[in-house]
């Protein structure tokens, strides 16, 4: 075959294959044209996660201020107690007139009372009126608080020729009250303590009032058994302030010019005691302290 015919069948074939050559070309990227991208793969959304929440810090507790020690409690002063003895359905003895003791208790009771107060003194009754007082009651009254003495009024009763006026005291007391005098004088069980003022007072109103009344002077005695005087911490006396049952001192009784009498001594009795043992009116004005009971 000629050259020439050689070389135009090589053109003729570059032509077609570089034809088709920009053929795929064009139909590729008509067919990437076309082609939607793929969407992009979605990521989850993060999931908001909890406010940290920082805890407040607790502040730390005040310190509470300091507590203030208890005062001790402040007790009034020492008074004096009249103890009317008897009361309500206790009547006691029974005179001549059929008037019971009680009344008659009641009446110099409360009229010595008004003469102490009259000087000064602080006054406690365990009752002032018609009403009955336990015997352990009116111990129990009196040992409430600090006393300066207590007074139990009463009357006698006996053989008609029985007359005069005499005064108990109690020593040794109860037990019980034994001890709590050794420890007020810081003294040991069973130590010796001081000689008991019940037997000064009790001497210092016998004289008084028999001095006062013109009576019998019976003497003191000391009876350790008797219930009020025994079981009562401050000194303490009984008073029998006549005879119910004696004609003339009945008589007595039942005049008011002769209880007058019996009052001034007794109350006498009882300041001239409380001077020699250094005591004094309180500096506060006297007040009724009535009470019925403890």
Known sequence: MPTR???AQSRVALFFTAAAALALCIHQAATFKNIHPLPSPSLPSPTPSAPIITPTPTPPAPTPPPIPPTPAPVLPPPDIVIDPGHGGTDPGRLGKDGQHEKKWALAVGQALATQLRASGWKV???RDAD??????????????RPRLLLVSIHFNSGESAASGLETYFSWPRQPELMAKLHAAAGLSAGAPLPPDDSAAL????????????????RGTHNRPN???TSRTLAPAVLVECGFLTHPDEADNIRSSSWRAKLVKGL????????AASGKSPSSSPPSPDNIPGP
């Open 267 to 274: 109350a006498s009795g009882i300041t001239s005691w409380l």
């Open 5 to 7: 015919t050689l070389h």
């Open 131 to 144: 009403t009955f007082i336990s015997l352990l009651d009116r111990s129990t009254f009196a040992n409430q």
């Open 202 to 217: 009790a001497a210092s109103i016998q004289q008084a009032a028999c001095a006062a009344t013109g009576s019998r002077n």
């Open 124 to 126: 406690s009754l365990t």
């Open 226 to 228: 008797l219930s009020v």
